[in-house]
């Protein structure tokens, strides 16, 4: 398959798996019902990118530090050590995950509106970058996302058009369909679904690598 449309499916994939039930889906969802969704849609995904870019910067950064033998046992390593921490996080994580995140997130949005001293849409969409650009750092999406671009089998272009068109989706299904979405996530099939993708990118990278 061609480097940039594997990179591109992989990372789509991978990222759509990873946000949807996540505290920054339920932001999004929140704060689209306490302000005009467009622009809530526009702060979210701008910090989504951004978080983006820094996370590719790192995975590229190491593929730029180390030889160029090591990286796919690098990548298959990391892809077959996420894919199993996540399976494992799915088995300790309780029924209600889902609803966990909602209110931390509803937490996290009424402290903000409080802060909050206008509703005009640069003032929605800046309390939108910076809760998401916060709450993405360090999470499961944004390791997913260095992981991937420690390895050589992908592109820079098709890494970054996937993960956006991934962040894209589901911060309009959040924004546009959120609360129905919401009520039906299962947070650990989404975790085992993204478990076991980690582990089919792993067990390939590690082909690669022998090959």
Excluded at 99 to 115: F, G, M, N, S, T
Excluded at 125 to 141: H, K, N, P, Q, Y
């Amino acid at each position: 398959m061609d480097p940039g449309l594997a990179a591109l499916g992989s990372s789509f994939s991978a990222i759509t798996l990873a946000e949807l039930g996540d505290k920054t889906f339920f932001m999004a969802l929140i704060l689209a019902a306490r302000h005009r969704p467009r622009w809530v849609f526009v702060g979210s995904f701008a910090a989504l990118a951004a978080v983006t870019l820094l996370s590719l910067a790192v995975g590229y950064g190491l593929r730029e530090l180390l030889p160029a033998a090591l990286l796919p046992w690098l990548a298959g390593l990391l892809f077959l050590g996420f894919g199993v921490k996540l399976l494992l996080d799915a088995q300790a994580l309780p029924a209600d995950a889902a609803q966990e995140e909602a209110e931390e997130a509803e937490e996290a949005v009424i402290a903000a509106d409080r802060q909050l001293r206008s509703s005009q849409p640069p003032a929605v969409i800046w309390e939108a970058f910076t809760l998401v650009f916060i709450a993405e750092l360090g999470d499961r999406t944004q390791l997913a996302t260095v992981f991937l671009a420690t390895s050589p089998a992908f592109t820079f272009a098709g890494l970054l058009v996937g993960t956006l068109l991934g962040h894209a989706l589901v911060t309009a299904l959040a924004v546009g369909a959120g609360k129905w979405i919401g009520r039906r996530v299962d947070e650990r099939l989404l975790y085992r679904l993204s478990g076991g993708l980690f582990l089919l990118f792993g067990l390939a990278a590690i082909s690669q690598a022998l090959g």
